[in-house]
């Protein structure tokens, strides 16, 4: 492949080397550092004049600021050298959860897009991004990559009868879209978890009503008033608190449920429902997302979680410490997808095939 560079960032590194070797593409040489001063160094140590310039770096690894900061300074020097197009290639976007407006938040996705276009980007590559809408804070072209092929392929071939004993289960409503996108392409079953909110007696009156039921008397007046803050009932006998509760609509029993969603963080909530799917009959449970960051004590719960059989991801971000940390883990490799957009982008022919296939 003729005037083109493949540039990595710190973050996955692992990642640029396989798409390089698919390419027959060596990785192009760049001194990532920092100053004495603690600042972001960045140099291009070969002529990119004219060139098609592809910067990979992925965000939900440690020192993900400085990762981005990391990226922006690549993709400045390399529009500065008079590189003749400069593709930011993130296989997970960084920020991408902080995308809508939430009481006095910032916009976050869409203060990143920005700072991208600013220093020079000319077209953006991701994967399964977290929402839609993040393709709209960016004013270049998006081309937004899907796992689904490589999860598909796995699965055919490693669950036996699977269309018989698969059922997809979006843990909440927000990743319905998602799941039953993977549904359709096995062609199995679809359910949802969603929560349900409800009244329920905790306070000093409950345990009166058992007392009374006994046969000793309540003396004194009840007063019961409503504390708007806290969304809940309070009084001298009673305790009214809002309850969440789990409800799974479809049906799990006797089936693998393969929770999906588009990134595994603090894993509470996939813990809350593989606990729920197994108590409704469940016989495993996989949970299947495109990237695994597992902060804090993921790693921990996902372990301890007996309802939890396997965690399906890829290698969007690095996963070589998760792999020797948590047994359950199953890592896809990702690369041939992105060698082969990046072939297509810089030949200018469509993508749009990998979004069904896989090249290899």
């Not at 296989?91 to 006095?104: I, V």
Request: aromatic share 6%.
């Amino acid at each position: 492949m003729r005037n083109i560079k493949i540039y990595s960032g710190s973050s996955n590194p692992g990642l640029v080397e396989r798409v390089c070797k698919f390419l027959s593409v060596p990785t192009a040489s760049v001194k990532l550092g920092r100053f004495a001063n603690a600042e972001t160094q960045v140099e291009v140590r070969q002529s990119v004049r004219n060139e098609d310039v592809f910067i990979f770096q992925s965000g939900g690894c440690r020192n993900v600021n400085d990762h981005v900061l990391e990226l922006i300074v690549m993709i400045n020097a390399c529009k500065v050298a008079s590189a003749k197009r400069v593709v930011a290639v993130m296989p997970y976007m960084p920020y991408s959860k902080q995308c809508k407006k939430k009481s006095r938040s910032g916009v976050t996705a869409q203060l990143i897009a920005a700072m991208l276009k600013k220093a020079g980007v000319s077209h953006i590559l991701s994967m399964d991004l977290h929402a839609e809408q993040i393709e709209g804070f960016f004013d270049v072209p998006v081309d937004n990559l899907m796992a689904g092929p490589l999860i598909v392929k796995y699965l055919t071939e490693n669950l036996h009868d699977f269309r018989d004993r698969a059922v997809v289960v979006s843990k909440n409503a927000g990743g319905v879209k998602r799941a039953t996108a993977l549904a359709d392409r096995l062609g199995v079953a679809f359910a949802v978890i969603h929560k349900e909110q409800h009244l329920e007696n905790v306070g000093v009156g409950a345990a009166a009503a058992d007392e009374g039921a006994a046969g000793e008397e309540d003396s004194g007046p009840k007063t019961v008033s409503y504390d708007p803050a806290k969304g809940k009932e309070k009084g001298d006998k009673d305790r009214m608190e809002t309850v969440p509760s789990l409800v799974l609509a479809g049906r799990v029993e006797g089936k693998v449920a393969l929770i999906v969603d588009d990134m595994l963080d603090t894993a509470s909530s996939y813990v809350q429902a593989a606990n729920h799917c197994k108590a409704n009959g469940a016989t495993q449970v996989f949970v299947v997302v495109t990237h695994n960051i597992m902060s804090g004590k993921a790693v921990k719960l996902v372990n301890e979680c007996a309802s939890i059989d396997r965690v399906i991801t890829t290698n969007s971000i690095p996963q070589d410490e998760h792999v020797a940390k948590c047994p359950k883990l199953v890592v896809l490799d990702a690369s041939p997808i992105f060698a082969e957009a990046v072939r297509r982008i810089h030949n200018a022919e469509s993508i749009s095939w990998l979004f069904n296939n896989i090249p290899f």
